[in-house]
């Protein structure tokens, strides 16, 4: 109520003082319009007056002229009329005058002949009131001169002027009870009761109340948005608690967001952590004449974000989107997420020349294809290695300047794009504490031994501390190469070597999901997700990709067909969605491999054409983790089919999302996440029959035994989830003898 009473006397006071100057601004105006009007008015009488006189008074007809005044002097507003000679003696005067004929009449005339003005107008005092007393010489060339004065009532014009502020009074009290009942009124409606309702919603999420489907008011602004990341917050809390409770009946022990940090605090002894990478986790891009903020599409920022959204830090990657510089400041950061910051980001920003010899040319047109066996034939250019190699020493020179005041710092460098960054890091601060993970495949020594600088590239990856991998299998592959090409210690026992008395560990780290983010509840149906595009399914199938060659995208579309093809009873009920990133649409490569998919959909389409059915439904575009959600959850059947990948976090995204426990998963065999999700429907995606028959089986599969494998994946899933990746990366860092 204190609120509502300072905010009205706030509105009153300063209604008053403008309603106070507005009034003194009309009221002068108005006085001086008035006073400009009589004197307008007076000397046009005058001159008219002094022209029936002058005759009368020259021949010595006083009667003449005093019959002349006293017709005048019925005018309106006239108070009457006086004639002076030369010499201050009066003639003549108005009968309604004679009263104030004496001191006053005469100091009117005065000024004229002192000053030898024709005509002069003033103000006088007679008692009470005020008068105007405007005097005009007569015959001023003749022998005999004359000064008439008219004397005006200028009362009206006070009363005008008080009539101005009377109105302005009872305008300002109408003003006054107006905006108080308005402020009342819309304080209220639109601030006490959006208020009291955000407050029973705050209340609902203390008592633990269910509040998925109620929002605060957005008519409260900045202060809705913070009280919603304080409820997010308190919700994630409570069940991250209720989660530890229930961990701690059971004996288990699951790695959460908050066990990471304090175990990282622990860990680190409060020094931040610093995270190298090529792809940013959020970039600014411009629509039209609005900066907006998107999550690029890649499985590194998945995997990494939440490990910095719990222990905080720095990351540090290419500024790549077109707003990107717009939103930096002097230094290049910005605290991200742009929603709810928890850390910073570092953009560092590439010339177009750097990022095609080092992103495009030796990193994704030679190592990607050399690590990943895809049968697409790897590129080597001097140019895009000297190119490769400015970059990182590019980054290199970046990370030092944040490492600077940091005692013995943990640097986590991420993939294949900065394989020579550890040893340059080492180089200049032989204290930091330095891990690579390689996100891809290791591929066997015959294979790695085709890029002609793969000394150079070993050589760098050895100045890191520890070197990760998804997969044992990628380890062992990483020494044979190592052994095979450099002269070092190598200690198979512990996995370790030993170049120029530094020591490498090499180890996997299968990497995975955050599995506790809470789950919105879903705005439509199967029917509804399909609407859009004007088709009806009554089996689903999913694939979630980036458009890469090495994803096995047109090998799961030919299973598709042959699965149609061999049980035509799912023809016109079975769908199969593909969502597509694009990927290095500047690759001559991929801009083929794109085409290829798009002919190949077409193809198939047009083989099972039914009207308002679709073999492959492919989306191409950027989607959010939003928009992936429902077609996970309504799909029966996902198929991840790589022909080689690290680990792929699609499938495992695919089983947290499960949350009711049904739909299978197919999965390749050459892929990380086979290792782990062995309750997945495991194929050869080389092989269209048996990808088939999977499919097959999956949607023919009985509730009770997808529940059985997706309820052993899960849990899979759950403890083996990001932080307990992060913790074992970190922890092994930090415990690096120096």
């Given at each position: 109520?204190?609120?509502?009473?300072?905010?009205?006397?706030?509105?009153?006071?300063?209604?008053?003082?403008?309603?106070?100057?507005?009034?003194?601004?009309?009221?002068?105006?108005?006085?001086?319009?008035?006073?400009?009007?009589?004197?307008?008015?007076v000397d046009f009488v005058a001159d008219g007056l002094g022209d029936l006189l002058l005759p009368s008074l020259v021949s010595g007809q006083i009667d003449v002229s005093k019959r002349i005044i006293e017709k005048f002097s019925n005018r309106e507003k006239l108070l009457g009329i006086s004639i002076y000679d030369s010499t201050r003696h009066l003639i003549v005067a108005s009968q309604n005058i004679e009263s104030i004929i004496g001191d006053v009449s005469r100091s009117a005339v005065e000024p004229v002949l002192s000053d030898e003005n024709k005509s002069y107008g003033r103000l006088i005092d007679l008692g009470k009131d005020k008068a105007h007393a405007y005097s005009v010489i007569l015959n001023p060339e003749g022998p005999n001169t004359y000064v008439l004065t008219l004397f005006h009532q200028t009362q009206y014009i006070h009363d005008r002027v008080k009539?101005?502020?009377?109105?302005?009074?009872?305008?300002?009290?109408?003003?006054?009870?107006?905006?108080?009942?308005?402020?009342?009124?819309?304080?209220?409606?639109?601030?006490?009761?959006?208020?009291?309702?955000?407050?029973?919603?705050v209340k609902k999420i203390r008592l633990g109340e269910d509040t998925d489907h109620e929002k605060p008011e957005p008519l409260l602004g900045p202060l809705a948005k913070e009280v919603s990341h304080m409820a997010?917050?308190?919700?994630?809390?409570?069940?991250?608690?209720?989660e530890e409770a229930r961990l701690r009946h059971a004996s288990e022990s699951v790695w959460t967001a908050e066990r990471l940090k304090e175990f990282v605090r622990i860990k680190l002894d409060k020094r931040p952590l610093f995270v190298v990478s090529h792809r940013e986790p959020y970039m600014h891009v411009k629509k039209g004449s609005a900066v907006e903020w998107i999550v690029p599409a890649s499985g590194l920022v998945t995997a990494i974000e939440p490990v910095l959204k719990a222990c905080g830090g720095t990351w540090i990657a290419q500024g790549a989107g077109n707003a990107d510089k717009d939103t930096v400041d002097q230094n290049d950061k910005i605290r991200v997420p742009p929603d709810d910051p928890q850390y910073t980001l570092k953009r560092i920003w590439l010339s177009r020349g750097e990022e095609e010899g080092y992103y495009y040319g030796f990193s994704n047109e030679g190592l990607w294809p050399l690590c990943h066996i895809a049968h697409t034939r790897p590129t080597f250019r001097a140019t895009d290695w000297f190119a490769y190699r400015e970059v990182n020493k590019k980054f290199a020179e970046s990370v030092l300047k944040e490492l600077e005041g940091t005692s013995e710092p943990c640097v986590l460098i991420q993939d294949y794009h900065?394989?020579?960054?550890?040893?340059?890091?080492?180089?200049?601060?032989?204290?930091?504490?330095?891990?690579?993970?390689?996100?891809?495949?290791?591929?066997?020594?015959?294979?790695?031994?085709?890029?002609?600088?793969?000394?150079?590239?070993?050589?760098?990856?050895?100045?890191?501390?520890?070197?990760?991998?998804?997969?044992?299998?990628?380890?062992?592959?990483?020494?044979?190469?190592?052994?095979?090409?450099?002269?070092?210690?190598?200690?198979?026992?512990?996995?370790?070597?030993?170049?120029?008395?530094?020591?490498?560990?090499?180890?996997?780290?299968?990497?995975?999901?955050?599995?506790?983010?809470?789950?919105?509840?879903?705005?439509?149906d199967r029917a509804g997700l399909l609407k859009p595009y004007g088709i009806h399914a009554q089996y689903l199938g999913i694939g979630v990709d980036r458009l890469d060659y090495t994803k096995g995208?047109?090998?799961?579309?030919?299973?598709?067909?042959?699965?149609?093809?061999?049980?035509?009873?799912?023809?016109?009920?079975?769908?199969?969605?593909?969502?597509?990133?694009?990927?290095?649409?500047?690759?001559?490569?991929?801009?083929?491999?794109?085409?290829?998919i798009e002919k190949e959909v077409e193809r198939i389409n047009e083989k099972f054409k039914v009207k308002n059915w679709q073999a492959i439904l492919f989306l191409k575009k950027h989607h959010s983790h939003e928009e992936i959600a429902p077609f996970?959850?309504?799909?029966?059947?996902?198929?991840?089919?790589?022909?080689?990948?690290?680990?792929?976090?699609?499938?495992?995204?695919?089983?947290?999302?499960?949350?009711?426990?049904?739909?299978?998963?197919?999965?390749?065999?050459?892929?990380?996440?086979?290792?782990?999700?062995?309750?997945?429907?495991?194929?050869?995606?080389?092989?269209?029959?048996?990808?088939?028959?999977?499919?097959?089986?999956?949607?023919?599969?009985?509730?009770?035994?997808?529940?059985?494998?997706?309820?052993?994946?899960?849990?899979?899933?759950?403890?083996?989830?990001?932080?307990?990746?992060?913790?074992?990366?970190?922890?092994?860092?930090?415990?690096?003898?120096?």
């Open positions: 109520m204190k609120v509502t009473l300072r905010l009205i006397l706030s509105l009153i006071l300063v209604t008053t003082v403008v309603a106070l100057g507005s009034s003194v601004w009309q009221a002068r105006q108005e006085e001086t319009r008035l006073k400009i009007e009589l004197e307008k008015r009539r101005i502020w009377i109105n302005a009074f009872w305008r300002l009290s109408l003003q006054i009870l107006v905006i108080s009942l308005t402020t009342l009124l819309i304080f209220y409606l639109n601030v006490m009761s959006p208020i009291r309702r955000t407050a029973e919603w997010k917050s308190l919700q994630m809390a409570r069940r991250s608690a209720e900065f394989a020579l960054l550890p040893a340059l890091i080492k180089a200049a601060r032989p204290d930091a504490r330095v891990a690579l993970f390689w996100h891809i495949p290791w591929p066997n020594p015959e294979s790695f031994g085709i890029c002609p600088w793969h000394k150079e590239v070993l050589k760098g990856m050895l100045g890191a501390d520890i070197i990760g991998f998804h997969t044992q299998f990628h380890c062992n592959n990483f020494i044979q190469t190592v052994d095979r090409f450099l002269e070092s210690r190598i200690d198979y026992e512990h996995f370790t070597v030993t170049r120029e008395a530094h020591t490498t560990s090499i180890k996997p780290f299968p990497i995975s999901i955050a599995d506790d983010a809470p789950k919105k509840p879903l705005q439509t995208i047109i090998e799961r579309f030919r299973a598709v067909e042959y699965f149609l093809e061999t049980n035509p009873i799912y023809q016109g009920k079975f769908t199969f969605i593909e969502l597509g990133a694009p990927s290095r649409t500047l690759i001559p490569k991929y801009q083929e491999f794109m085409n290829e996970y959850r309504f799909s029966d059947v996902c198929l991840v089919t790589s022909l080689h990948d690290g680990m792929n976090l699609v499938a495992k995204e695919f089983v947290h999302a499960r949350e009711d426990e049904k739909g299978v998963l197919v999965l390749s065999e050459f892929t990380g996440a086979a290792r782990e999700l062995k309750d997945a429907l495991i194929v050869n995606p080389y092989d269209a029959i048996q990808t088939s028959e999977a499919i097959r089986a999956a949607l023919e599969m009985s509730d009770q035994e997808q529940t059985k494998r997706m309820k052993r994946m899960r849990a899979g899933v759950k403890s083996r989830n990001i932080y307990k990746w992060a913790a074992d990366l970190v922890g092994d860092l930090a415990e690096v003898s120096r």
